[in-house]
């Protein structure tokens, strides 16, 4: 299994708290994403890393905030939780892909589930 | 952009049965194509992949799944599943394009197999 340790792996707050989401990879991938899923609505890109201190917003990036100061650690950060943002947030890594090549795989960690009351 | 649709939310099946879950895709570029599963309250694991060549492609545990670009659909098929086959299974798209092999995902489909 590839080295990825997501913590929490639960957590319940209140609304209007600050929360950090941790993401961890012993692979030394470039990549580094953070997903949300919901039902129904599969996995969404919240944000996504291409190098330390390189993040970009994906397509529910609102609410969240992401830091990368460290190739092994990605950071998701809900500045104030909202209930919904209850959800389950999986981290995954990917190295880079040239096009063409036949390594193309993401490997996801176990998730965090996260409830705001 | 890219978008997945997975047809079937919930596939209720037998033991033994063969199996079917359909996924079509939308893409204003050419994509790499994977079906993932998730078995309860664990993360995503891959499947199986097509990034070129055959189009009939075979992953692990016995799935096989089948890109058709005419019809833009990559159905995921069994001949015969297992109890233990009971899991979410999530299609996925990434834009060849993308150097980062972000994933564009369905909606999941709950396969449910039944003794």
């Known amino acids: 299994d590839a080295g990825i340790t997501q913590s929490p792996r639960h957590k319940v707050t209140e609304t209007g708290t600050p929360v950090t989401l941790r993401c961890h990879q012993t692979?030394?991938?470039?990549?580094m994403y953070w997903y949300r899923q919901d039902p129904g609505h599969g996995l969404r890109l919240i944000h996504y890393?291409?190098?330390?201190?390189?993040?970009d917003k994906g397509e529910v990036s609102d609410g969240y905030s992401v830091s990368r100061s460290k190739t092994e650690d990605f950071l998701l950060t809900l500045e104030s939780a909202t209930s919904s943002q209850t959800s389950v947030y999986f981290c995954?890594?990917?190295?880079?892909?040239?096009?063409?090549?036949?390594?193309?795989?993401?490997?996801f960690g176990q998730g965090t589930r996260l409830t705001v009351v | 952009a890219q978008s997945v649709t997975q047809l079937d939310s919930q596939v209720p099946v037998f033991e033994e049965a063969p199996v079917e879950l359909r996924c079509n895709y939308s893409?204003?570029?050419?994509?790499?194509l994977f079906w993932y599963v998730q078995y309860p309250n664990q993360g995503l694991q891959l499947l199986l992949k097509?990034?070129?060549?055959?189009?009939l492609v075979k992953g692990i545990n016995g799935f096989e799944a089948e890109f058709n670009k005419s019809q833009t659909s990559f159905h995921l098929r069994k001949p015969s599943v297992h109890i233990s086959d009971t899991a979410e299974y999530f299609c996925?798209?990434?834009?060849?394009?993308?150097?980062?092999?972000?994933?564009?995902f369905g909606g999941g489909t709950r396969l449910m197999v039944k003794p």
């Open positions: 692979e030394n991938h470039r990549y």
């Open positions: 996925a798209v990434s834009g060849i394009d993308n150097a980062g092999n972000m994933l564009t």
């Open positions: 097509y990034l070129s060549g055959s189009t």
């Open positions: 995954a890594i990917s190295e880079v892909i040239p096009i063409g090549t036949v390594n193309t795989e993401a490997f």
């Open positions: 893409s204003s570029v050419s994509v790499y």
């Open positions: 890393s291409y190098g330390v201190k390189d993040t």
